[in-house]
């Protein structure tokens, strides 16, 4: 073939391998016999890129080909990608993520052992469970091994037989245009035998459902989308082959006080103007208990204080976080007379005393500044 490689994949020299290989997959889309059918040439644009990634994915043979071109490769021995089977096993990390199968030397027969599935679980736990930890104990219904058939599916004293579709391969083979593509074998799904004797209590699945309860043991500190794995506690295994485990995803439900970010844990604390106003000592509440904190005097709204490893434990036992309580002034709503009389008073010694200076002062520049746009 005499077309420039790199024409071929509508790449430059510069092009990374990166590049190159999303360009090939794209090629390979749109030229792969399995979507041309009988289209002669889809097919050999299919062969012609194939050769052209085959050099360009390969850095000895790209440099030869940059320097020496194709009487280069040719000298060194190079002829071109070879057969369908070569192509599919070169590029088995393409051909399975496009269509799903790759070359039959890919593939193996699953005659050994056969470990089970993983299981998912996921488990909702309240917030005070999650930061001080917590063990629970949940039912689960599961497929284990059958304790009859041992996991073999097959009536005791009987044994698989070799499967007739792909005469104990585990693989068919399908002819497509120029490929030979072989896939798992549909009536023995990969395994080349086949139960003709069932087990009467797994039917010859080699598993049974059962129910069993699973003790999980949460360490303090945990969050939303913890994972907790479980060794052997997911789908029992068939023919030897060990049990799957059990992966369990945390949730952890909002808490109506408390909000958390990683270890830290965070408040709002509500205190009247009097108390902020004249300064005073609260008692607030943490995930560890009751805690004395004191509001100095003229504190107002919004000011953060911190409580120093009153926070979440951490999951590396690196100690705890802190606590972060956040003052709320509360204003007084539905006042009497004598209440209204005295704020009165009070707000009168105020501007008696220059203290709402400020306010005017604020409002005053405010004024001015709109005024003087207009």
Request: aromatic residues 8%.
């Amino acid at each position: 073939m005499s077309t420039d490689y790199y024409e071929i994949l509508s790449v430059t020299k510069t092009s990374s391998a990166g590049e190159i290989k999303k360009a090939y997959r794209k090629l390979a889309m749109k030229y792969h016999p399995d979507r041309n059918q009988g289209d002669k040439e889809a097919e050999a644009k299919f062969k012609e890129c194939t050769e052209a990634y085959e050099v360009l994915s390969d850095a000895k043979k790209r440099q030869i080909y940059d320097t020496y071109g194709h009487e280069g490769l040719k000298n060194n021995g190079y002829n071109g990608p070879g057969n369908a089977e070569d192509i599919f096993s070169g590029f088995s990390d393409i051909f399975g993520d496009l269509f799903g199968f790759g070359s039959s030397r890919a593939q193996t027969r699953r005659d050994g052992p056969i470990a089970g599935n993983d299981l998912r679980y996921d488990l909702t736990i309240s917030f005070m469970e999650a930061v001080h930890g917590v063990s629970k104990e949940v039912e689960l219904t599961r497929r284990d091994t059958c304790w009859t058939c041992e996991g073999s599916g097959c009536r005791p004293g009987h044994q698989k037989q070799t499967c007739p579709s792909c005469n104990g391969r585990g693989q068919v083979i399908r002819s497509q245009g120029f490929f030979q593509v072989s896939s798992t074998c549909p009536q023995c799904h990969g395994e080349g035998q086949i139960v003709t004797e069932p087990c009467n209590d797994c039917h010859g699945a080699g598993l049974v459902e059962k129910t069993k309860k699973v003790s999980i043991k949460i360490p303090a500190g945990v969050d939303t989308g913890a994972r907790m794995r479980l060794r052997g506690e997911g789908e029992g295994g068939r023919k030897g082959g060990h049990a799957g485990d059990l992966y369990v995803i945390i949730h952890v439900q909002e808490h109506e006080f408390f909000m958390r970010d990683g270890d830290t844990i965070y408040c709002r604390y509500p205190v009247s103007m009097v108390k902020a106003a004249l300064g005073c000592k609260i008692e607030v509440p943490t995930i560890h208990g009751k805690k004395s904190l004191d509001i100095p005097a003229g504190s107002q709204n919004g000011d953060i204080f911190t409580l120093k490893k009153e926070g979440v434990p951490s999951l590396r036992g690196h100690g705890k976080g802190n606590m972060v309580v956040e003052l709320k002034v509360v204003t007084p709503t539905d006042l009497c007379d004598e209440q209204k009389k005295l704020l009165s008073d009070f707000e009168a010694l105020c501007d008696k005393k220059g203290q709402n200076k400020e306010e005017e002062g604020f409002f005053s520049r405010l004024f001015n500044e709109v005024m003087g746009k207009k």
